[in-house]
């Protein structure tokens, strides 16, 4: 396939929700539209990537639900073209770690962002805390919505999803709001870990798991709700500070700063609050 043909093809993939393995097969096919772009920190011989090819963002994919109309404004009074790979914060920190052509990160807390901080692969000043994110309680459509948590110690049901908490920062949150309930061995053989939170949301939507604790943000803010939801208290784990920042040696680095601008500006925060996030203000620095 020609590199014109494959730069088409992906001029049409705004967003795109993956797990691990295909995170890795879709960025290489966005290096393959402009040579090889792939870098390592600090590698002065690498190719540079092509500054004439679209935004590419690598975003949590809590953020799959916010990011459609967010995007959709920012198409409307923006020339620059954005692309979104969704995946679990870990995962896709991982790959830009690895030299990922990637210009601008949204994870889903502050510790990866602060571990590529750590590793020189982002451009120091660019760490935005851009929203706090909450966790949900959901159910199967047509199944009855308990009040709370606490609930999923009963053996009625028999899975919970969440996402993995190895990679995925809302599965962690997930993990400690049950050990705080101190029904996390009760209810431990019978959560289903999905690759990322959107996974884990998709698991409960088709009725393969009978609840799950998964990102608010991709519940709330819809008019109908896809699922039966509960905001989980947050004071059940520790906050969801999450946070972005633009990727070391990318040639879109004002773009990616217009576009982390746009995020946290007024506009921005008003469609973050309606997809239930709370606004960076609320906890501070992380």
Known sequence: MRTGRLAARLARIRMRVLGPPAVLAFLSLLAACGGDGQREAGDPGSDPIPSDRPLLVLAASDLEAVFTPLLARWHETSATRVDVVFGS???????????????????????????????????EGTRTHYATGRLALVVPSGRSLPSGPEALADPAFGTVAIANPDHAPYGRAARETLASLGILDTVASRLVPGEHIAHALHFVRTGNADAGLVALGLVAGRDPAPLPFHPVDPSLHAPLLQYAAIVEGTPRAAEARAFLDFVVSEEGQALFARFGFEPPEVTGEG
């Open 89 to 123: 914060s870990g995962t896709l920190a991982e790959q830009i770690r690895h030299g990922a052509p990637a210009d601008l990160f949204f994870s889903a807390d502050h510790h990866f962002v602060d571990r590529l901080f750590d590793a020189g692969v982002l451009m």
